[in-house]
């Protein structure tokens, strides 16, 4: 029996993230957010004016200063998770697992500054401080450079085939018979086909006679296939006169 399979032809996914895509997410964005925890654990007056100069307290209290460190805890992770994650692969799917999730956090932080005002926040780039440029001029250009990694934006595809698994790797199995010999088949004599009855049950035996035998059954156990001795029909082939003998299946 053989079995043919037709390969389906892979399927055809970017390769290395450009140059560009490494620059941005593996330098650029981790020092800007390491940047923003550094503000908001060592500078938080600063950071709470920066923010909104009218609502910010003269001096912080305990409570948002614990919120401000914990924030601070959490830019750190982010910057140390996005650079070294992705320098450790370079695989694409990895890259925009990840490059989703910043996505949707980058939408989230947007809507963060919604209470400025929607023109104030997103609209009037000139009476932006340090800080508004960072939560939003900064974001406007992260999201952006996202979705043009997510679209596929300045991949090569023709050089980096996807990976299939291997037991999916065909389309159509085929399985065919080998090519049959034109050799005609041995075909043993009626007289080698002999009933046994033994211990109220009878089998029929295949008992090779003479030079066709070959010792095919000498590897079998005597006690349980004993050597047939009778029950032999006199004049009839045993097939055709199957039955003229009572079969007493007992198991």
Not at 97 to 114: K, P, R, W
Not at 157 to 186: E, F, L, M, W, Y
């Given at each position: ?27 650029l ?11 908001a654990?060592?500078f938080?007056?600063a ?42 692969t ?10 989703v ?7 989230g ?13 997103f ?9 508004d440029w960072?939560?939003?001029g ?6 952006l ?8 934006i ?16 065909c389309?159509s ?18 007289s ?28 079998l ?18 097939l ?12």
């Amino acid at each position: 029996m053989n079995i043919h399979m037709d390969p389906q032809p892979p399927t055809m996914e970017p390769g290395r993230p450009p140059w560009f895509y490494r620059l941005v997410f593996l330098y650029l964005e981790p020092v800007s957010i390491l940047a923003g925890a550094v503000q908001a654990y060592f500078f938080q007056s600063a950071y709470l004016t920066l923010t909104h100069a009218s609502s910010a307290p003269s001096l912080v209290p305990l409570s948002t200063s614990i919120v401000l460190t914990q924030l601070a805890n959490l830019y750190l992770g982010l910057a140390m998770t996005e650079a070294l994650v992705l320098r450790v692969t370079a695989e694409y799917s990895v890259w925009r697992a990840l490059i989703v999730v910043l996505l949707i956090a980058d939408v989230g932080h947007l809507y963060s500054v919604l209470p400025l005002g929607f023109s104030r926040a997103f609209l009037q780039w000139w009476n932006w401080n340090a800080i508004d440029w960072g939560n939003v001029g900064w974001v406007y250009f992260l999201a952006l450079t996202r979705i043009c990694m997510l679209l596929g934006i300045g991949f090569d595809r023709s050089r980096a085939p996807g990976r299939k698994n291997p037991s999916q790797s065909c389309q159509s199995c085929v399985i065919t018979d080998p090519p049959r010999s034109n050799k005609t088949p041995h075909v043993l004599p009626s007289s080698a086909l002999v009933p046994v009855r033994q211990a109220n049950r009878e089998a029929f035996l295949t008992e090779p006679s003479g030079a066709a035998s070959g010792g095919c059954h000498k590897d079998l156990p005597s006690a349980r296939y004993p050597r047939p001795t009778s029950h032999l029909h006199p004049t009839s082939p045993i097939l055709t006169r199957f039955s003229d003998f009572e079969m007493d299946m007992d198991f």
